[in-house]
């Protein structure tokens, strides 16, 4: 009997280790989708009830995530060292942990969005040391210098890469000369294995995790190639040259958004007049061909969404303005583009879009539609400095959006 229950502790142990919760940039698979429920569908006129204010999270325009209960927010609060802090429901730091040298070239603000596992943090610094953070303590667990160790490049305005987490690895885009990218021990950072170079410094846009056929694939995207890794082995599955597309004399290899994935098809867009591309998998996933391409949905860096169907994301016209717009996932067919104050970020929740402004921290609660730009709802974010680039996220009913060294939460539980 007591052999039998040893058993069985041992089965709900194992599959507890396996089923690990990881909460990551925009929301589930990096998607901009966030599982949630019994949301508010129309705000009263001076916006959600604020919930929670804090102020002094340091200076970044990377997301917050919450996990157990606990914020955990990147900025800058003094000289140049990114900074990662953990804050409780009441606005009271917990700990916060320096990870890394900032980008001190342009925007001096940190980028990264940590991402959480099993009690732990991976997050990378503006010059590229990635990091494993425990969450309860903020005790480095361990720093490895990736640029350095292994002949990275960064692009113009540094690493704001939100690291991604496969099986016993944490998978990190070096870009440069001797690699594309590294996957690295989880437990210790040593190195598991490493992409062949594909040319082309590391880009601004996070990789992404995919099931096609049965098939993992990383989604990864250099200043020059999107590339196809396995997860396996670092082995290069397929590469595509997106520099063809880059047209502008400005944002040359400026690969932005992660990219989205339906039925073994993948949306990818990075603004500066690039085409919104939807490519084609093949069958085993070891080819890739472009089925569309639209020239309306060049999203800057806000991301994009899929929902019923439809593809909604913010425009480019250039670095000050942009417009909204929806496409049509399997034509490629421009449903609308309209102006609403600028261009932004965008995230989806409980049949509900939630869209904010990058300039005047103007935000809209806004029911997706193919026929036009449908707004519920709008307030304005007031508090903080600087441009409004950290993306939004919900999590158990509440939006939090960050503005410089502010992040305002807001209740918005039906």
């Known amino acids: 009997m007591r052999s039998i229950l040893t058993i069985l502790l041992l089965l709900l142990y194992a599959g507890a280790l396996f089923s690990q919760e990881i909460i990551?940039?925009?929301?589930?698979?990096?998607?901009?989708?966030?599982?949630?429920?019994a949301l508010l569908k129309e705000w009263p006129e001076s916006g959600p009830e604020v919930f929670l204010e804090i102020e002094g999270v340091g200076k970044g325009y990377s997301q917050p995530i919450f996990a157990d209960e606990t914020i955990f927010i990147t900025g800058i609060k003094e000289d140049t060292i990114d900074i990662l802090s953990a804050y409780n429901l009441k606005g009271e730091l917990l700990w916060d942990i320096p990870y890394g040298r900032s980008w001190t070239a342009s925007y001096i603000d940190s980028r990264s969005t940590p991402t959480y596992e099993n009690k732990k943090l991976y997050v990378s610094s503006g010059t590229g040391q990635v990091n494993c953070i425990d969450a309860l303590t903020g005790k480095v667990v361990w720093q490895v210098d990736a640029i350095k160790e292994y002949g990275g490049e960064i692009f113009k305005h540094g690493d704001a890469e939100a690291l991604l987490l496969i099986d016993d690895a944490v998978l990190y885009t070096t870009g440069g000369e001797e690699?594309?990218?590294v996957a690295l021990n989880k437990k210790d950072g040593s190195l598991v294995w490493k992409t062949k170079s594909m040319g082309g410094a590391k880009s601004y846009a996070s990789p992404v995790l995919i099931n096609h056929n049965g098939k993992k694939i990383i989604l990864a995207q250099t200043s020059e190639d999107f590339i196809a890794v396995a997860p396996e082995d670092g082995r290069i599955i397929w590469s595509f040259d997106l520099l063809q597309f880059h047209t502008e004399s400005i944002g040359v290899g400026?690969?932005?958004?992660?990219?989205?994935?339906?039925n073994g098809e993948i949306f990818q867009t990075s603004g500066y007049n690039h085409p919104g591309i939807l490519f084609s998998l093949s069958e085993d996933g070891g080819s890739v061909e472009i089925k569309w391409k639209n020239d309306t949905l060049d999203t800057h860096h806000g991301g994009t969404v899929l929902v019923d169907g439809n593809i909604y994301g913010s425009t480019w016209t250039n670095n000050a303005r942009g417009k909204w717009a929806s496409v049509n996932w399997d034509t490629g067919k421009t449903n609308w583009e309209t102006d609403w104050q600028n261009k932004g970020s965008v995230i989806f929740a409980d049949g509900m879009l939630y869209l904010f402004e990058e300039k005047r921290g103007n935000v809209a609660l806004v029911k997706?539609?193919?026929?036009?730009?449908?707004?519920?709802?709008t307030f304005k974010v007031d508090k903080g400095v600087g441009p409004h680039w950290a993306h939004p996220a919900i999590y158990n009913g509440m939006l939090f959006i960050r503005h410089g060294d502010v992040l305002m939460v807001y209740n918005i539980k039906a």
Do not use: C, M, V
């Open 24 to 37: 990551e940039f925009r929301g589930d698979n990096r998607s901009g989708i966030y599982n949630e429920s």
């Open 179 to 181: 690699n594309a990218l």
């Open 254 to 262: 400026a690969q932005t958004n992660p990219p989205l994935y339906r």
């Open 368 to 377: 997706p539609s193919p026929e036009k730009l449908k707004i519920i709802s």
